[in-house]
């Protein structure tokens, strides 16, 4: 060793320090916190100066003597006028921001495919290959850069602020990843606003879309929008979504008054029926949806679709090769034929709510048979039934489909009260429900 400081409590002389330079040992002596010359003694060589500086340095550490820790100082916080103008300068930067929004005339798109491609390749929690993206945008003066170079720097409440000014008066809810608009749930009323949106440069890094129920429960349209757009077909995950809030509001009400302990397995049952009753007779005064039968699904890339809502008229075709999830949840499913012949070759996971066919007016059970031909769903892995009538499930249990794929059941309480015990919290719940098709209980079930 060339350098030792060695330190000691309670002593006149709490710290030891010497160094080797050359031939010669520097030595310091004193209490901590006093700044001691360091006095050198003269040795024939460097190598007698080390020698001394370890004897030395062993006889200090035999009376107690311990080697220093560096502490590193103590960072100062900014300071009020540092704050304040921190502070301004984000008012500024939101205030920029809200007049780019106000002035779409003087929007620049800058177009780079192939950078937006390495962005989506990349790991979704890693934020360089968008950080890249949107100094390019920047550059360009698009004013998706600022915007997701300020949140991406830590700007996140002036941003949520700021970027639904940017997207108009359709947004219901968002989500935004590394500055950039991922997710969105508008209205389905409001297909003008829709089709301009799309047609937007923040629509580009677009993969989610969720859309309330449009006009009658037509979704045709709505369709037909999506489609035509360079976004809507560059989405990964579309979900058309007709559940009322009356519905929601109703099982909330309905969960704040239930008794939450003494009630006996009859009552529970009663209180559910109740429950399930109060439902349908919502869901029924919701027009029903369709697609027609020319629905262009073929233009769309899509990987997952979920339809929620009293499925009536045409599903169309679902020429979807790249669709891994299916969700149907309707108060009715009977387009057994046109879910039997989609071309859907990678579809990994079924899930559909077939309904009650003697409460919604649709006597006699359904024939699936199509569904559980040869050839039909070649990659299902998982299939969920739920709010089936018995003869359905028995007919889902006893084909060979059933064989080969996981197969999900529920009784219709249980499914009812699974997709609405929680109506305002994570809008995809996990459903907690007997896996390996279990057959239900008897049950006693009063139809409306």
């Not at 850069?145 to 941003?159: D, H, I, K, S, V």
């Not at 359905?392 to 999900?408: G, I, N």
């Not at 059941?409 to 007997?434: F, K, M, S």
């Amino acid at each position: 060793m060339t350098k030792i400081r060695l330190e000691i409590d309670g002593r006149p002389g709490s710290f030891f320090e010497a160094e080797v330079k050359g031939s010669e040992l520097h030595i310091a002596v004193g209490p901590r916190g006093r700044n001691i010359s360091a006095k050198a003694r003269p040795f024939p060589s460097e190598v007698a100066a080390r020698a001394e500086l370890e004897r030395l340095a062993g006889l200090h550490r035999a009376k107690g003597y311990v080697d220093a820790v560096e502490v590193a100082p103590t960072p100062k916080g900014p300071t009020p006028q540092e704050l304040i103008a921190q502070a301004r300068d984000r008012s500024e930067w939101l205030a920029a921001r809200q007049e780019q929004a106000s002035n779409q005339a003087r929007w620049k798109l800058v177009v780079d495919d192939a950078l937006l491609a390495a962005c989506e390749a990349a790991q979704p929690d890693d934020p360089s290959p968008w950080h890249i993206y949107a100094d390019r945008l920047a550059a360009g003066d698009d004013p998706r850069g600022e915007l997701a170079l300020g949140m991406l720097r830590g700007l996140a409440w002036e941003g949520a602020i700021a970027v639904p000014v940017f997207l108009g008066r359709l947004v219901i809810s968002l989500e935004v990843r590394h500055g950039f608009l991922r997710a969105i749930r508008i209205g389905g009323r409001e297909l003008d606003e829709l089709a301009k949106f799309l047609a937007s440069p923040f629509a580009a890094s677009l993969r989610m879309l969720r859309i309330g129920l449009g006009e009658q429960g037509d979704w045709t349209r709505a369709l037909q929008v999506i489609a035509a757009s360079p976004a809507g077909r560059r989405l990964r995950e579309l979900e058309f979504d007709a559940s009322d809030d009356a519905v929601r509001d109703s099982v909330a009400f309905h969960e704040t008054c239930r008794p939450t302990s003494g009630l006996s397995e009859a009552q529970e049952r009663e209180f559910y029926e109740a429950v399930g009753y109060n439902i349908r007779s919502l869901l029924s005064s919701v027009s029903p949806v369709r697609f027609g039968r020319d629905a262009p699904w073929s233009e769309l890339a899509l990987e997952r679709l979920v339809i929620d809502g009293p499925f009536r008229g045409d599903l169309g075709t679902l020429a979807l090769p790249a669709l891994r999830e299916l969700v149907i949840r309707s108060d009715r499913f009977s387009r057994v034929d046109e879910l039997a012949a989609a071309q859907c070759p990678n579809l990994e996971t079924l899930e559909i709510w077939f309904g009650d066919q003697v409460w919604s007016g649709d006597h006699g059970a359904l024939d699936l048979t199509p569904l559980f031909e040869r050839g039909v769903l070649p990659s299902l892995r998982t299939l969920r039934v739920f709010d089936a009538d018995e003869v359905t499930l028995a007919m889902v249990r006893d084909s060979e489909l059933a064989k080969r794929v996981e197969l999900v059941t529920t009784p219709p309480e249980g499914a009812r009260a699974a997709r609405y015990a929680h109506p305002h919290q994570v809008e995809r719940v996990r459903l907690n429900l007997p896996r390996g098709g279990e057959p239900p209980e008897k049950q006693t079930t009063t139809h409306g």
